[in-house]
């Protein structure tokens, strides 16, 4: 399995981490982070979805549990901004240089900024994607935080 540039950013930085791939075939009603929890068998609260948003037209990453959803308001005061939206698939994809479904909070093109929904601190360990639809990744929370500069804020619902 050829390594993403997340895994790549994991080894350089000597992070312990844990590769989960699973087939990312599912149905048409069920989400990339949803089916990544059935797949796994892992809890939907520690498995966390990487969302592109706009805070006021500034690109941001936010990470929130699969088992949620993410409050954009809580997301704009949380980044410092008025208003937040969900960003253009493509702009997702073409800042970050991963396709959507398989977009990491690690070694993306551009570091944007990045906002952990705070629940995440209360794991040993979370499920991020590893970049590649199919493949998460499992991390310390802390040092999820640490590599993408995040804040934590409660931005779930």
Do not use: N
């Not at 000597?14 to 590769?19: C, P, Q």
């Amino acid at each position: 399995m050829a390594a993403t540039p997340a895994v790549r950013a994991l080894e350089k930085a000597r992070v312990a981490h844990t590769l989960h791939p699973y087939d990312p075939e599912h149905p048409g009603d069920q989400g990339h982070g949803e089916a990544a929890v059935a797949a796994l068998g892992a809890d939907p609260r520690q498995v966390f979805k990487t969302l592109v948003t706009r805070v006021d037209g500034t690109l941001t990453v936010a990470l929130v549990p699969v088992s949620g959803s993410l409050d954009l308001k809580a997301l704009a005061a949380a980044a410092g901004g008025r208003r937040a939206a969900m960003a253009d698939p493509a702009d997702a994809e073409r800042t970050t240089g991963y396709v959507v479904g398989g977009i990491s909070p690690l070694g993306q093109r551009k570091a944007l900024p990045t906002v952990v929904d705070e629940t995440a601190l209360g794991f040993a360990t979370v499920l991020v994607s590893a970049g590649r639809r199919g493949l998460q990744v499992e991390l310390p929370p802390a040092d999820l935080v640490r590599l993408t500069r995040a804040r934590t804020a409660p931005i779930a619902r």
